[in-house]
């Protein structure tokens, strides 16, 4: 069965660092989006990108964050100078059909910030 | 701002208990509701979702919930739960057209063997 996949699986890097996150979605899958949890915290929206730009994105994806399709295949999620609320679950998901379908979520990359 | 409300955040109960996770949203507008899990190491995956139509939907692994639009409630029930329900849930909406989830905190669920 085809699944969104995530790499790495945990980061850990020093504040002011760039990240990179990234997400292999499911092969035939046009919409892309990014999610992260804060330890104890809910699941909160960050990105969507269609048709190789942003459609939406919430007060959190500041400048700080940006995301690319480099390729056909690979979706990332860039985080230019790290800070220590950045550290949480970062969670990418894929659909097909956008609002009236179901997203696929990764298994997470975990990212710790020093 | 719209918000998902899960009332339950560690719910204990011994195998072949019945289950009802409790989930009400604020948001008056046409909703898309969803009830996520995951599973201890696993991805979050759908276990059932409501667009229109019957308001009482069945998902996989024997859940079931019931859309009550008057209470703004999307409960998730089960008969008769199984060690192997042991998992965190998620309830989550999506408004109008918008294709971004807005999840509830979870509710984390340890079933006793």
């Known amino acids: 069965e085809p699944e969104v996949t995530q790499t790495p699986s945990h980061q850990v890097t020093q504040m002011g660092q760039e990240v990179i996150l990234r997400c292999v979605p499911i092969?035939?899958?046009?919409?892309f989006y990014w999610y992260r949890q804060i330890l104890g915290q809910k699941v909160e929206f960050l990105v969507s990108?269609?048709?190789?730009?942003?459609?939406?994105k919430s007060e959190i994806f500041d400048d700080q964050f940006s995301v690319e399709r480099p390729d056909g295949s690979n979706f990332t999620l860039k985080i230019r100078s790290t800070k220590l609320e950045d550290s949480a679950m970062y969670f990418c998901?894929?659909?097909?059909?956008?609002?009236?379908?179901?997203?696929?979520f990764g298994p997470g990359t975990r990212l710790t910030v020093l | 701002a719209q918000s998902v409300s899960q009332h339950n955040h560690h719910v204990i109960l011994s195998e072949a208990a019945s289950l009802e996770l409790g989930c009400n949203y604020s948001?008056?507008?046409?909703?898309?509701l969803f009830w996520y899990v995951q599973y201890p190491g696993q991805h979050l995956q759908l276990l059932l979702k409501?667009?229109?139509?019957?308001?009482l939907v069945k998902g996989i692994k024997g859940f079931e919930a019931e859309f009550i639009k008057s209470k703004f409630s999307f409960n998730l029930r089960k008969p008769s739960v199984q060690w192997s329900d042991t998992a965190e849930y998620f309830c989550?909406?999506?408004?109008?057209?918008?294709?971004?989830?807005?999840f509830g905190k979870g509710t984390r669920l340890h079933i006793l063997p």
């Open positions: 409501y667009f229109s139509g019957d308001p």
């Open positions: 092969s035939n899958h046009l919409y």
């Open positions: 998901a894929s659909s097909d059909y956008g609002t009236y379908n179901e997203q696929f």
């Open positions: 989550a909406v999506t408004m109008n057209r918008d294709d971004k989830i807005i």
């Open positions: 990108f269609y048709n190789n730009e942003i459609s939406e």
């Open positions: 948001y008056g507008g046409t909703v898309n």
